[in-house]
């Protein structure tokens, strides 16, 4: 069975920082290519951050870039969202999902319904 799990989510006040994971089982995360989305009450699921499989690039919304940081720890099975910096607006339920194939240029790692495997979410709250 193939499951996406985040963990790490939580409340912080703005200014800090906090670091998600996406564990995988059934699946090597190193050969997929795997985003971070998150999902603000009443609005629409964005895309955050992405790495692509053996991680020759990696791409950020123009929201979080320079603050959030995505990373891959193949050894775990693991890929990681550090975010720094946190704003109110950063508020949301975060969810990874993972695709074996997919292409990553041109934004198409931005579109949510390319993407085979997604985790339940964790829910991040940025206070102040």
């Known amino acids: 069975q193939i499951q996406l799990v985040e963990s790490g989510g939580g409340l912080v006040q703005a200014g800090g920082s906090l670091r998600l994971s996406c564990r995988a089982s059934?699946?090597?995360?190193?050969?997929?290519?795997v985003s971070w989305f998150r999902q603000a009450p009443g609005k629409e699921r964005e895309a955050v951050a992405c790495?692509?499989?053996?991680?020759?690039?990696?791409h950020y919304a123009d929201s979080v870039q320079g603050r959030f940081t995505i990373s891959r720890e193949a050894d775990e099975n693991t890929v990681y969202l550090q975010m720094n910096s946190l704003k109110a607006e950063d508020t949301g339920v975060y969810y990874c999902?993972?695709?074996?194939?997919?292409?990553?240029?041109?934004?198409?790692?931005?579109?949510?319904?390319?993407?085979?495997?997604w985790g339940q979410g964790t829910q991040v709250t940025v206070s102040g």
């Open positions: 999902a993972a695709d074996r194939w997919m292409e990553t240029e041109d934004d198409k790692w931005t579109h949510a319904l390319k993407y085979d495997y």
């Open positions: 059934g699946i090597t995360l190193d050969l997929h290519v």
């Open positions: 790495i692509t499989n053996m991680d020759v690039k990696l």
